[in-house]
């Protein structure tokens, strides 16, 4: 469903990412890890076609992101580190702009509101002012957003931050929910959330991908802290 091949992204001197590939298959939750300034959101924006790649290519479902960007922006859903609200909006204008945004039918906003309303645990807040929110609502809603055309692609940039321990469990569970018919691709600091919810892992370090492997291969004779240490530890050995 996604497919990642010598992807570079350069910034004059600087490479933020550099011959970066992976996969992930329909029905799988990957996590996509690595350090501050790896390279994690950039790579991530350019899959979503938010920016241009310098080389490489990027398919999702098939669709070539560069190529196809409007066939690949119905098929994907994306919440950034910082949702991308409105603040002076209310929660239902506001999906029903993202529901607009994304060319859905008129006849098909009102049910898909209800649907992630209620699945991102927000028709006590409906009516509400984005800016008057708290940060874990506002989470709730940027994922609401991302969910409101149905994708069967989801790119999830630290979803449950905001989030308080009992409303970090609710967002993995939804999370996990969502996985049997989508491929999502979820980006967190935190790796017991990855253990958590997660079948493939990919880390990424200055750039370059330095691990792409089943959970279950990684964590059989250790664990997930362990092996994303030595990962990152070997790749900047490498660099030296």
């Known amino acids: 469903m996604i497919e990642v091949a010598h992807l570079h992204k350069r910034y004059g001197d600087l490479s933020a990412v550099d011959d970066v ?10 996590g996509f890890l690595g350090p501050n300034g790896a390279g994690k959101t950039t790579t991530m924006r350019v899959i979503t076609g938010f920016l241009p790649a310098t080389s490489g290519t990027v398919k999702v479902a ?12 119905r098929r994907i859903g994306y919440l950034p580190e910082t949702p991308p609200l409105y603040n002076d909006m209310l929660v239902v204008p506001y ?3 993202a529901a607009k945004l994304r060319g859905m039918a008129r006849g098909d906003v009102d049910a898909a509101i209800d649907r992630v309303l209620k699945a991102c645990s927000l028709t006590t807040v409906s009516h509400r002012v984005l800016g008057h929110l708290s940060k874990g609502y506002r989470q709730r809603v940027g994922l609401a ?16 931050n905001g989030l308080d321990p009992g409303q970090i469990d609710e967002m993995l569970a939804f999370i996990r929910s969502l996985a049997p018919n989508r491929t999502i691709v979820l980006s967190t600091h935190i790796l017991g959330q990855v253990v958590a919810v997660c079948e493939k892992v990919v880390i ?12 279950a291969n990684l964590t059989r004779d250790q664990r997930l802290d362990d092996a994303y240490k030595q990962a990152i530890a070997g790749s900047h050995r490498g660099a030296a």
Do not use: C, K, W
Request: charged share 20%; net charge negative; glycine share 6%.
């Open 21 to 30: 590939s992976f996969t992930a298959v329909p029905g799988q939750i990957l």
């Open 95 to 97: 999906l029903r702009f």
């Open 145 to 160: 957003q991302a969910l409101i055309h149905n994708p069967p692609v989801l790119i999830l940039d630290e979803p449950t």
């Open 204 to 215: 990424i370090s200055d750039g370059r991908v330095v691990v792409e492997d089943l959970l």
């Open 62 to 73: 098939g669709f070539d992101v560069f190529e196809q960007s409007a066939e690949v922006r």
